[in-house]
């Protein structure tokens, strides 16, 4: 994060939540919320953010639509867990390569998926930074 940026994350754990304010060097700069991811997203409509990190299913798997109407234009949409894992369940397959192909195709996204890792993806809204 440059000197401006300011952090919004959340996390349905309030013991998750403490440990990663306790990881940053200057949490003034980060508002921490302990919610389910779903409502947050629905809480935050009309919000725009110029990085958008979704590592669970809120914004991801679920609420996707409304989380990318949250990505500025010239923003950033990443997501990880996208190459197969032991632990996955029955079906999660079919879902991710759902999202895959959603993504790939969306009207306002350019995206890229990179085998590497958990398997990612960074998708960009085309547009001037505002």
Not at 1 to 16: G, I, R
């Amino acid at each position: 994060m440059d000197a401006n940026s300011l952090l919004d994350t959340v996390e349905l754990s309030e013991t998750l939540s403490t440990a990663a304010q306790t990881l940053l060097e200057n949490p003034s700069r980060a508002t921490f919320t302990v919610q389910d991811g779903s409502d947050w997203i629905r809480d935050h409509e009309g919000s725009l953010y110029d990085f958008i990190f979704a590592d669970t299913w809120p914004g991801k798997f679920s609420e996707l639509e409304e989380t990318l109407a949250l990505l500025a234009p010239g923003g950033i949409y990443f997501i990880d867990d996208l190459l197969p894992q032991p632990n996955w369940p029955q079906g999660h397959q079919e879902k991710v390569t759902a999202l895959r192909t959603t993504l790939g195709s969306h009207p306002n996204l350019l995206c890229t998926s990179l085998d590497w890792a958990t398997g990612l993806m960074i998708c960009v809204s085309p547009g001037e930074e505002s």
